[in-house]
Every structure is written in structure tokens, then in C-alpha cells.
């Protein structure tokens, strides 16, 4: 199992980035894909997740209406669409596959058993 992240960058407060996770070397029937992210001095922190039988969503409050989590079936890959960015959302932002769909604990990093790169993203003016 493979994840690569992509899509970070640099960006004024207000600005949007859209951030892709393509995984492969899947062969499970039910999983999600998560996004966590981790500010400097602070702990890793989950910010959304989809699973990917029934496409059903999750977020963290802080990004909810900012931000959304979208799946693309043809192609295996995970998309977070980040709009009205704060300088607060910046970090390092990593991918995650949690193999079995762990329900109610998909906020949960320990679930998440196969993790990509992460991908810094700079909010700053």
C-alpha cells in the first residue's frame, strides 16, 4: 500500500488549496482515507476523513464548511479542497488509509495503519 500526498503550498489567509492523496496496492473492501496535519510545537491532529464504500464524510469542527473531502473512484485518490484559509490551518498535512473502516474512530490516528508524506501548507500574508 502506497499513499502519496500532494498539493501543498504557500497561500494568503482567504486563499484555497486543494491537496490529492493517490493511493494504491488497495485490495480491501471497506476503508477510509484521512487527512491529519501537524503544526509546529503541536500534536498531529485529524482534520477529515471519507470512507470509501458509500462516500460518507467526516471533519473536525474547525474546518467544517471550509473544507471538503471528495473521492475520486477511477483513480483511487483523495481529495481536500481547502477554502478560506486561516493562518491557523497552517501545517504539515498527511494521508492516511485506515484498511478496515474503524467506524466511530476515524478520528483516530492509531486506526489509520498505512500513512503518506506529508505536505507543508503555509498560510501566511
Known amino acids: 500500500v502506497q499513499l502519496q500526498a500532494s498539493g501543498g503550498g504557500e497561500v494568503q489567509p482567504g486563499g484555497s488549496l486543494r491537496l490529492a492523496c493517490a493511493a494504491s496496492?488497495?485490495?480491501?473492501?471497506?476503508?477510509?482515507i484521512g487527512w491529519f496535519r501537524q503544526a509546529p510545537g503541536k500534536e498531529r491532529e485529524f482534520v477529515a476523513a471519507?470512507?470509501?464504500?458509500?462516500?460518507?464524510?467526516y471533519y473536525t469542527d474547525s474546518v467544517k464548511g471550509r473544507f471538503t473531502i471528495s473521492r475520486d473512484n477511477t483513480k483511487t485518490t483523495v481529495y481536500l479542497q481547502m477554502n478560506s484559509l486561516k493562518a491557523e490551518d497552517t501545517a504539515v498535512y498527511y494521508c492516511?488509509?485506515?484498511?478496515?473502516?474503524?467506524?466511530?474512530?476515524?478520528?483516530?490516528?492509531?486506526?489509520?495503519?498505512?500513512w503518506g508524506q506529508g505536505t507543508q501548507v503555509t498560510v501566511s500574508s
Open positions: 496496492g488497495f485490495s480491501f473492501d471497506d476503508y477510509a
Open positions: 471519507i470512507r470509501w464504500s458509500g462516500g460518507i464524510t
Open positions: 492516511a488509509a485506515d484498511p478496515y473502516f474503524s467506524g466511530s474512530y476515524y478520528f483516530t490516528e492509531t486506526v489509520y495503519g498505512y
